[in-house]
Structures are given as C-alpha cells and as structure tokens.
C-alpha cells in the first residue's frame, strides 16, 4: 500500500487531481489506514498509469483497467480468494505477485494484508481460518527453500502464538526474512522450563532474542529476558509487533509492526552501536 503524494508521484498528477478522479469515477480505490490516510494498492496504480499512457485520457485509461480486468495481484484480490476457499486462485495471485515484486514485497504488501482482511475480531471464522492456514503453509514452503546462513549471527525468536493468531503469520513472516538475510533463525516457546531453557541458549548461543506473540505475561518476559541476559551479556533483546507492554525504563528495544520494518531495524542493531539499538526504544 502507498500513500497519496506516492501515487500521485507515480501517475505524474497532483494529490487534489488524483482526489478528483476518485469522486468522479469512483477510480482508484483507496483504503483508510488507522490514522485515517488514504492508502492505495500499488498495482492499481502501475495498471492505471500504463493505460493512461496509451489513452492520454484519464475516463477512457479508467475504461480501459475496468475492460481489462482486476490487474496486478493484490491484497484485496488475494483475500477475496479466500475468502471463496479457492486455494488454486490463492496460488495463482501469490505466483503472479512473485513476478512483479520481491518475495518479501510480496509477504508484507500482498499476503499478509490478506489475511489481515479476513480477521474478525469476534473470533476466528472458517474463511479466516483457510487463509490462516494457507499463508502458514506458504511460508514454510518457502522458508524451507531459504539458503544456508551466510552470517555469523542467530536470532532466536520467543514465539508467544498459538494456531490462527493472526501474529502468527508475521513471525513466520519476520524469520522467513531473517533467514534470507543469511541469519540463522530458530524458534522456541515461552513456556520452556528454565533449565531447559538454559541448555538450549548455551547450544545456541544467539546474538540476539525476539519476544513475539502476546500470549506471555510480564513475568514470563521478564523472567526470559533475565535468563538470556544471566547467560549472554551481550545479546540485545528485542520485541515484535507489540509482544510485551510499554513500560518505564524498558530494557527491550522495539522492531517495530511489519516483517520488513523488522528485519532492517535488526539488521541495523546488529551491525551498530549501542546508540543504534538505544534509538530503536
């Protein structure tokens, strides 16, 4: 998703232009960031600009994306694939999506919304669930593919999620990106007995831990934070899309919400100074 002065740029118009088109043809369509925004798909916009340019005319280039169908995939395409459980289409949207975009523009603009789009917030629903799964498996397909660390580091991730949580699919997400980076990543739950939990940060030695999900409390958090700091002095600890709550004189570095975001931040503390990750809270 992009913002208004990005699309604009793109199609070579001014804001209150692309605005007037919108009300009069109802074309492009944006969406509303929390913030109340306007954000608009990507795709949408590549296909409108390539049209204008043969029609030099923006009702005839609207016209002519109507006439030639939905273009680019996008996230809203993708979610209404599942939301009609078409795992084939699912398939055939993220395989063309791939030929546009990098597989990690692909996981953060067009398949993570999409499952973001079927969330209910009274509980999971059975559309919910198939893209859930399908965005899982999708990942781990792809993950598997991953290639061999080419760094030093390992980046351990305290994955507080359970099946069907939609912080779920962004973990997978963060340590599909991490891995493509060619940092070792593994995960492990809170819940491990603490010295078992030793045993297993002595083996891996990692440079710097993740807390994900929201599932844990503070004292679980805490009681991790203490345990890999007791143990490896010098690993930075981190938290993901919110896991731990926001308190004075926190010791743990934030990466922010999306999986791109993340990766680079990380990336960023691992290479600096101090100061860099002291920026990041």
């Not at 296909?47 to 169908?69: C, D, K, P, Y």
């Not at 993340?262 to 920026?279: E, I, K, N, Y």
Request: proline share 5%; glycine share 6%; charged share 25%.
């Amino acid at each position: 998703m992009i913002r208004t002065n990005a699309a604009a740029s793109i199609l070579g118009v001014s804001t209150n232009t692309l605005r007037s088109w919108e009300r009069r043809y109802g074309f492009p369509h944006p969406r509303r960031s929390e913030g109340g925004h306007r954000q608009y798909e990507l795709g949408e916009i590549e296909t409108l600009r390539q049209t204008l340019a043969e029609t030099h005319n923006i009702s005839s280039a609207i016209a002519l994306v109507q006439e030639r169908g939905a273009g680019p995939a996008s996230s809203s395409r993708l979610a209404t694939a599942y939301a009609h459980f078409d795992e084939p289409e699912s398939n055939r949207l993220l395989e063309e999506s791939l030929a546009l975009r990098s597989l990690e523009r692909t996981v953060e603009e067009v398949l993570l919304p999409a499952v973001a789009e079927r969330a209910d917030l009274a509980g999971p629903t059975a559309d919910y669930e198939f893209a859930w799964r399908h965005a899982s498996d999708w990942l781990a397909a792809f993950g598997r593919l991953a290639p061999a660390p080419s760094r030093p580091e390992t980046v351990l991730l305290f994955d507080a999620t359970v099946p069907c949580d939609l912080d779920a699919v962004h973990v997978r997400g963060l340590s599909l990106l991490l891995r493509r980076v060619g940092l070792r990543s593994l995960s492990l739950t809170p819940s491990i007995e603490r010295s078992r939990l030793g045993r297993a940060l002595r083996a891996l030695d990692p440079d710097a831990v993740v807390v994900c999900g929201r599932r844990s409390s503070l004292d679980t958090v805490g009681r991790l934070v203490y345990t890999v700091r007791s143990m490896r002095s010098g690993a930075l600890v981190f938290d993901y899309r919110g896991a731990v709550a926001e308190t004075r004189g926190s010791v743990i570095s934030r990466l922010g919400d999306s999986p791109i975001e993340a990766r680079d931040r990380l990336l960023r503390a691992l290479d600096g100074s101090p100061a860099t990750v002291a920026s990041l809270r």
